[in-house]
């Protein structure tokens, strides 16, 4: 596992245990030397770590297998920060609605390293088109996706530099045709608001994407809708479902900006 900051203030130790509880993202079993395989990490470090994260319940140990998987307590927060994102909860029907109409997947994500982490997805009725084989908790390339390219041709500047760096040191040869495909996105945000792909993900996938930033916030977010390539010319996506993608994330950014907002309550003073 490479150490991205060697200040005085960063905390190794809570790193690496952090590293050790994203290597179950999938939620697979997996033992300590998988755990070494996956982070680098000694093995000795790796035995103590899982230990712990065993004993707090982040983390337990499968009966038959004896590797680890998620703890209730990891399994249980995650579920409880789904249902407190905001924005899920206000985007939530919109995205119903045009999976729906347009008959094709919307989903929600927002940056995770160099992938897209999606946080919510709403499919059509499976009798209409082809289903996208995609769940929450899918991470999708940046690069070679609408969901990526809306996300990059958005982001602050800074960042966004600091983004190409890494691509184009993780794609070596094939950055040259990467970055030219985030050239193209950019200048079609500029000019229509929304992101075009075809044939995305090495698969017959073809979508928009459009990010939306959360000023109170600062979270940057992007939306998407695809479908099978074979039924999405390109003029279908930039005349039609771009713009309805376009329109619904106006909708969700007006309907987040008027929603209820809830009063924190302080907490209880118990005097003795």
Same mark, same amino acid.
């Given at each position: 596992?490479?150490?991205?900051?060697?200040?005085?203030?960063?905390?190794? !130790?809570?790193?690496?245990?952090?590293?050790?509880?994203?290597? #179950?993202?999938?939620?697979?079993?997996?033992?300590?030397?998988?755990?070494?395989?996956?982070?680098?990490?000694?093995?000795?470090?790796?035995?103590?770590?899982?230990?712990?994260?065993?004993?707090?319940?982040?983390?337990?140990?499968?009966?038959?297998?004896?590797?680890?998987?998620?703890?209730?307590?990891?399994?249980?927060?995650? *579920?409880?920060?789904?249902?407190?994102?905001?924005?899920?909860?206000?985007?939530?029907?919109?995205?119903?609605?045009?999976?729906?109409?347009?008959?094709?997947?919307?989903?929600?994500?927002?940056?995770?390293?160099?992938?897209?982490?999606?946080?919510?997805?709403?499919?059509?009725?499976?009798?209409?088109? *082809?289903?996208?084989?995609?769940?929450?908790?899918?991470?999708?390339?940046?690069?070679?996706?609408?969901?990526?390219?809306?996300?990059? $041709?958005?982001?602050?500047?800074?960042?966004?530099?600091?983004?190409?760096?890494?691509?184009?040191?993780?794609?070596?040869?094939?950055?040259?045709?990467?970055?030219?495909?985030?050239?193209?996105?950019?200048?079609?945000?500029?000019?229509?608001? #929304?992101?075009?792909?075809?044939? !995305?993900?090495?698969?017959?996938?073809?979508? $928009?994407?459009?990010?939306?930033?959360?000023?109170?916030?600062?979270?940057?977010?992007? #939306?998407?809708?695809?479908?099978?390539?074979?039924?999405?010319?390109? $003029?279908?996506?930039?005349?039609?479902?771009?713009?309805?993608?376009?329109?619904?994330?106006?909708? $969700?950014?007006?309907?987040?900006?008027?929603?209820?907002?809830?009063?924190?309550?302080?907490?209880?003073?118990?005097?003795?």
């Amino acid at each position: 596992m490479a150490i991205p900051d060697q200040r005085p203030d960063f905390v190794h !130790s809570l790193a690496k245990g952090l590293e050790i509880l994203s290597s #179950f993202s999938e939620g697979q079993l997996l033992g300590n030397q998988e755990l070494v395989d996956a982070t680098g990490l000694p093995k000795a470090t790796v035995s103590r770590l899982t230990s712990t994260l065993v004993d707090l319940g982040y983390l337990r140990v499968d009966p038959g297998s004896r590797k680890l998987l998620m703890g209730t307590r990891l399994i249980g927060m995650g *579920v409880s920060v789904q249902r407190q994102i905001g924005l899920q909860r206000v985007a939530r029907p919109f995205m119903e609605a045009l999976s729906k109409e347009a008959r094709m997947t919307v989903s929600l994500a927002t940056r995770d390293r160099l992938g897209m982490l999606v946080l919510e997805v709403m499919h059509p009725p499976t009798d209409t088109r *082809v289903v996208i084989n995609m769940d929450a908790g899918t991470v999708l390339p940046l690069p070679t996706t609408s969901l990526g390219l809306a996300y990059l $041709v958005a982001a602050p500047i800074r960042e966004r530099e600091q983004l190409l760096e890494r691509l184009q040191a993780r794609h070596g040869e094939d950055w040259p045709a990467l970055r030219r495909g985030i050239e193209q996105a950019t200048q079609e945000y500029r000019r229509q608001g #929304f992101v075009t792909t075809r044939r !995305s993900w090495g698969r017959a996938v073809s979508g $928009v994407g459009v990010p939306l930033m959360l000023e109170s916030s600062r979270t940057l977010y992007a #939306f998407h809708c695809a479908g099978p390539a074979s039924a999405l010319s390109p $003029v279908e996506l930039r005349e039609e479902l771009g713009p309805r993608l376009l329109k619904m994330v106006h909708e $969700v950014e007006a309907a987040w900006r008027t929603r209820p907002r809830r009063r924190l309550q302080p907490p209880e003073i118990h005097k003795p």
